[in-house]
T-cell receptor
Framework: DAEITQSPRHKITETGRQVTLACHQT?????MFWYRQDLGHGLRLIHY???????NKGEVSDGYSVSRSNTEDLPLTLESAASSQTSVYFC??????????FGSGTRLTVV | SQKIEQNSEALNIQEGKTATLTCNYT??????LQWYRQDPGRGPVFLLLIRENEKEKRKERLKVTFDTTLKQSLFHITASQPADSATYLCALPNFGNEKLTFGTGTRLTIIP
């Protein structure tokens, strides 16, 4: 069965370190998205991609980057982790006329 | 971009009754609106999509309405069960593209 997987599920890192969160989907979806979810803010869009080599900034993109070298993967990199980036991160993908399919999330703690 | 209000943070409903959740939006009317369910520690799960030319959509015990004049969607769960307890999110696309803006959700608890 097609799926979308995120790794790791939990991560603790130190302030200033570079961190990469993985997202892999086997739906063959062109559209992929990264959101962060925080209490009181709901899901906020970080970056998104509509296809290979396409990347776009969302509403909270500062301090984050993504790259799309193939259809299946959209890794999210925190260039220099900050405590404000402690959050739960969700990756999602979508095809035409369908809702989003979300991964199970990565809980990131920056200490 | 869209601003979305789900006007109940938490809602408690007796088992067997109908739960009704509200989603209001400002700015432009979207081509469609979506509802998701999220359980603790899990990612949201897509439930229903309703288009602007559809007044109502049903899926098993779920019913969604979409009123573009009121800029509102209502999400109903009939014959509610404790297993329906979860957070429900509404989401709308931003104008001219497919990226979704999500509401903060309503935490629904069905009391046995």
């Amino acid at each position: 069965d097609a799926e979308i997987t995120q790794s790791p599920r939990h991560k603790i890192t130190e302030t200033g370190r570079q961190v990469t969160l993985a997202c892999h989907q086997t739906w063959n979806h062109n559209n992929m998205f990264w959101y962060r979810q925080d209490l009181g803010h709901g899901l906020r869009l970080i970056h998104y991609s509509y296809g290979v080599h396409d990347t776009n900034k969302g509403e909270v993109s500062d301090g984050y980057s993504v790259s799309r070298s193939n259809t299946e993967d959209l890794p999210l990199t925190l260039e220099s982790a900050a405590s404000s980036q402690t959050s739960v991160y969700f990756c999602a993908s979508s095809g035409p006329n369908y809702g989003y399919t979300f991964g199970s999330g990565t809980r990131l703690t920056v200490v | 971009s869209q601003k979305i209000e789900q006007n109940s943070e938490a809602l408690n409903i007796q088992e067997g009754k109908t739960a009704t959740l509200t989603c209001n939006y400002t700015n432009y009317s979207p081509a469609y609106l979506q509802w998701y369910r999220q359980d603790p520690g899990r990612g949201p799960v897509f439930l229903l999509l309703i288009r602007e030319n559809e007044k109502e959509k049903r899926k098993e015990r779920l019913k969604v309405t979409f009123d573009t004049t009121l800029k509102q969607s209502l999400f109903h769960i009939t014959a509610s069960q404790p297993a329906d307890s979860a957070t429900y999110l509404c989401a709308l696309p931003n104008f001219g593209n497919e990226k979704l803006t999500f509401g903060t959700g309503t935490r629904l608890t069905i009391i046995p």
